[in-house]
């Protein structure tokens, strides 16, 4: 079946650094959205992307959609304390709401 | 507007036993979907329910069953609990569960099996 694995599992990053993580399907992915869950939270929705090769800005937050639409990634400029979670790539597939998500990946971010 | 709500928060039981955790979805929302999250294999679809029907169903045991009112509220059941069921239970519900809509996610209800 499907796999969508996420890496790297962990980053640490120090407080003004940059943080990518990346999303990768064995199989052609109809879209991508993407999750971010605070420690002790819920996933809360950031972004849908759907088109090949898109790429989406939200504030220090860039999205990109691989052009194969088998990967994608997520980029955080100068990370804040503020960004400290797990962030989760998701495809939402079939005609209802299901959404298979992949591994994550938990961000700490230290002073 | 009033976010997605679940209930209870936290629920300990036994082995064995079964128990039923609800949720409300935002106002004017018809779909409904579960998830169990689980540091082992992470966050997995139970199923969705839009209208009182059930569309879309994961690959868990008929000991998960679920089930929606006429006001979109749902209910899951896990029947003969197992300690493997001790998990985060989130529901999310979306306004017509279509792929395109955002899925909201509710605080979740935290089972521990003992």
């Known amino acids: 079946g499907q796999q969508v694995m996420q890496i790297p599992q962990y980053q640490h990053v120090q407080e003004g650094e940059d943080f990518t993580t990346y999303c990768n399907s064995s199989?052609?992915?109809?879209?991508i959205q993407w999750y971010k869950q605070r420690p002790g939270g819920h996933p809360v929705f950031l972004i849908q992307?759907?088109?090949?090769?898109e790429v989406k800005k939200q504030k220090r937050l860039t999205f990109q959609f691989g052009e194969a639409k088998k990967n994608s990634s997520l980029h955080i400029t100068a990370t804040q304390t503020t960004d400290v979670g797990t962030y989760f790539c998701?495809?939402?597939?079939?005609?209802?709401?299901?959404?298979?998500f992949g591994t994550g990946t938990r961000l700490q971010v230290t002073l | 507007k009033a976010g997605v709500t679940q209930t209870p928060r936290y629920l300990i039981k036994t082995r064995g036993q079964q128990v039923t955790l609800s949720c409300s979805p935002i106002?004017?929302?018809?779909?409904v979907s579960w998830y169990q999250q689980t540091p082992g294999q992470g966050l997995q679809f139970l199923f969705e329910?839009?209208?009182?029907?059930?569309?879309n169903k994961g690959n868990f045991p008929g000991r998960f069953s679920g089930r929606q009112f006429s006001n979109s509220r749902s209910e899951m059941n896990v029947s003969t609990l197992e300690l493997g069921d001790s998990a985060l239970y989130l529901c999310?519900?979306?306004?017509?569960?279509?792929?395109?809509?955002?899925?909201?996610f509710g605080p979740g209800t935290r089972l521990t099996v003992l």
């Open positions: 999310a519900s979306s306004f017509r569960g279509s792929w395109a809509d955002t899925q909201y």
């Open positions: 199989t052609t992915l109809s879209n």
């Open positions: 992307l759907v088109k090949s090769g």
């Open positions: 998701a495809e939402n597939t079939g005609t209802a709401s299901k959404l298979t």
């Open positions: 106002s004017g929302h018809r779909s």
């Open positions: 329910y839009f209208s009182e029907t059930q569309r």
